[in-house]
Structure formats: C-alpha cells, structure tokens
C-alpha cells in the first residue's frame, strides 16, 4: 500500500511539475523581450534580472521532480568502471567547458557494477557539478573521481571527492533531505534525487568529510555474487 502512495505521489509531482513548466517558460521569455527595451532605468533592470533569475530557480526544482518521477523506470545494465569514468570525465570537463587537469580519474583495476547508465551519468553528474561549484568557493577546481571495491565487503564503488571548503557538521545529517542546502540558489534537491536514484538500483550514496579538507560522496553499489540474472 505505501508503494502505491509512493507511486501515485510520483505521478502527481510530474503532472504539477508538467503544469508549472509552461508558465514559467512563459515569464522567462517575457522578462528577456522586456530586457531589449530601450530606456530601462536601474530599477527596472533590477527587477529583470529578480525575474529571470527565480524563473531559472523554478525550472531547475522542475527538471529535478521530473528526474525523480523517472526513478521507477530502472533497468539495471553491466557497466565497467575504467572505461565508463574516463568517457564520464572527458564529456562533464567538455560540457563545463573545464580546463585539463580539473576532473581526474584515479588509474585503478578495473571494476565491473549494475547499475541503470542513465541514473549513474545523472547521480555522478550530480556529484560532479556540485563538487566544481563548491570547490570554486576556494579559488580553484579540482575533482578527482575514483573506484574500486571496499575493504572487507569487496562491494565495488565509485565516489566523487572535492577539495571545496567541506559540509558543517551540523549540516551534515540534512544533507541527502529534499530542500537542504548550504549554497545560495541552489534547490537542495540535488542530491536528494541521487540518493534515491542509487536506492533504486540497490546502491547506496554515503558523504565522508575528506581528509585535508572538502567531502567525498562515495556510491556503493549492490554485491554483485547477488545479483539477479
């Protein structure tokens, strides 16, 4: 009964979220027509750029509704580590348009998981993105994507360190909840979606403080001696 709930919330998130788009669209657009007239004073410019700017707020809590309402669709594939992260790294640094040197992936043997490719470029993505855009906070980038498999357990992992200035302590046991975030503009729901998105595929989305500074968000993906066939 409660995956049911679950389920038809889904669907009524994506349907509000679906109604909310066409609107929001619509105000982004006409504030950009307002912008190109002439005689704007400072005021008005001001107004503009309040407009636009929680117009793109609005949109990007869209898109993440809309991704979360697509965890259900899951269809888990072999994926293998050492080639996947390479290509990972080279398309996020040329997308971000980042300088070479500031995404690296640490050389490692080669791990094979299950996982659907979709919610992991999206989850790593996630990561990724929020690991440059805290890490700037310190005048630099520098994010280092690593696997492997985990002391003890051997359960493979891939997890995504940054060398920003970290998640207080006192914020750190909100971090995966829905709207808590410590970065101005953002929705906080980031990695609310990757957390759920790794659930779904029976992984798991840890944070760790890193050691000399900055966080890692490790995923740690399903035993593989137990996966289905």
């Given amino acids: ?24 669209g619509a105000l982004s657009h006409a504030s950009q027509l307002l912008e190109e007239s002439p ?6 410019r001001r107004l503009i750029d309040i407009i636009q700017t929680n117009s793109r707020r609005v949109s990007e809590i869209v898109e993440n509704v809309l991704q979360l309402s697509r965890r259900e669709n899951s269809r888990p594939e072999l994926i293998y580590l050492a080639g996947w992260t390479r290509e990972f790294a080279a398309e996020f640094s040329s997308t971000l348009e980042l300088y070479e040197g500031q995404v690296t992936v640490t050389p490692a043997e080669d791990v094979e998981v299950r996982m659907d490719p979709g919610h992991l470029r999206q989850v790593v993505w996630n990561l990724c993105e929020n690991a440059v855009k805290y890490a700037s906070v310190n005048g630099g980038i520098a994010v280092e ?85």
Avoid at 145 to 158: A, Q
């Fill in 1 to 24: 009964m409660q995956q049911t709930k679950l389920e038809a919330l889904g669907r009524l998130s994506a349907s509000i979220a679906h109604e909310i788009r066409n609107p929001v």
């Fill in 39 to 44: 005689g704007l004073s400072t005021d008005d």
């Fill in 145 to 229: 994507i690593g696997f492997g498999r985990l002391p003890g357990s051997r359960r493979p992992y891939l997890e995504v360190a940054d060398a920003g200035p970290g998640i207080p302590e006192e914020l750190r046991e909100q971090v995966f909840e829905p709207f808590a975030t410590g970065r101005a503009g953002g929705t906080g729901l980031g990695l609310f979606i990757s957390r759920e998105l790794c659930e779904c595929n029976r992984a798991a989305l840890i944070h760790e403080p890193r050691r000399g500074g900055g966080s890692v968000f490790r995923i740690v993906f399903a035993d593989p001696a137990r996966w289905e066939g």
